[in-house]
Structure formats: C-alpha cells, structure tokens
C-alpha cells in the first residue's frame, strides 16, 4: 500500500490493483479517444466472458444406457463440450499495437 499508494480495498480484482499499479510505477499517461473510428474498433474487438448453452433436458438413445434404449429408434447421443485454458492462450498472443497505431 505505502510503496504504490494504492489500497487493495478500492479495487475489485487483482488484475484492476496490478494495472494502476503499472500506470503508477512508469508514469504513463494515457491518451483519450479522439477518433469515432477507433473507439468502434476497440469496442468491435473486446472478447471474454462466459459463453454457455444450457438444456433443461436431453435424453439419449444409446446402446451405453442399456436402461432406456430401444432399437427399434434411430440412436442419439449426448455430448459435453468444453474449452480450457483460454485466458491462457490469449495471453501468449502479441496484442494488435500496429492495427492500433494505424489510426
């Protein structure tokens, strides 16, 4: 708290605390949005959040389930899909500084 000035308490996640932090530690300071142009691209490109298809219900008709199936339907299946470590990922991309500056 002393060494940057910042208290942890006024901030929602690490992540916010770490940035101001950077800011504070290099001085930088950073330039508004005078262009419609780029603040439509920035907006167009922000990506993250929870992406979720949820089924109340799904039944299956296959030879696994031996309880429900019956042979004389076409079989089914049920399947769970799942994507890990995204944030992972997106972190060792390059950020995209050159379609920035191109403004």
Same mark, same amino acid.
């Given at each position: #708290?002393?060494?940057?000035?910042l208290?942890p308490c006024?901030?929602?996640?690490?992540a *916010?605390?770490t940035?101001?932090? %950077?800011l504070?530690?290099t001085? /930088?300071?950073?330039e508004?949005?005078? *262009?419609?142009n #780029?603040?439509?691209?920035i907006?167009?490109?922000?990506? %993250?959040?929870i992406?979720?298809?949820?089924k109340?219900?799904s039944c299956?008709?296959?030879?696994f389930?031996?309880?429900?199936? *019956? /042979?004389?339907?076409?079989?089914?299946?049920?399947i769970?899909? *799942?994507?890990?470590?995204l944030?992972?990922?997106? #972190?060792?991309?390059?950020?995209?500084?050159? /379609?920035?500056?191109?403004?």
């Amino acid at each position: #708290m002393a060494y940057y000035n910042l208290d942890p308490c006024h901030f929602i996640t690490a992540a *916010d605390l770490t940035w101001n932090a %950077g800011l504070n530690y290099t001085k /930088a300071e950073l330039e508004l949005f005078t *262009d419609v142009n #780029m603040y439509l691209w920035i907006e167009d490109n922000i990506r %993250g959040g929870i992406c979720h298809v949820g089924k109340r219900y799904s039944c299956c008709n296959n030879r696994f389930v031996p309880e429900t199936y *019956d /042979a004389k339907r076409e079989e089914t299946y049920i399947i769970a899909v *799942d994507a890990n470590n995204l944030y992972g990922y997106t #972190m060792t991309q390059s950020l995209p500084i050159l /379609a920035i500056s191109n403004f």
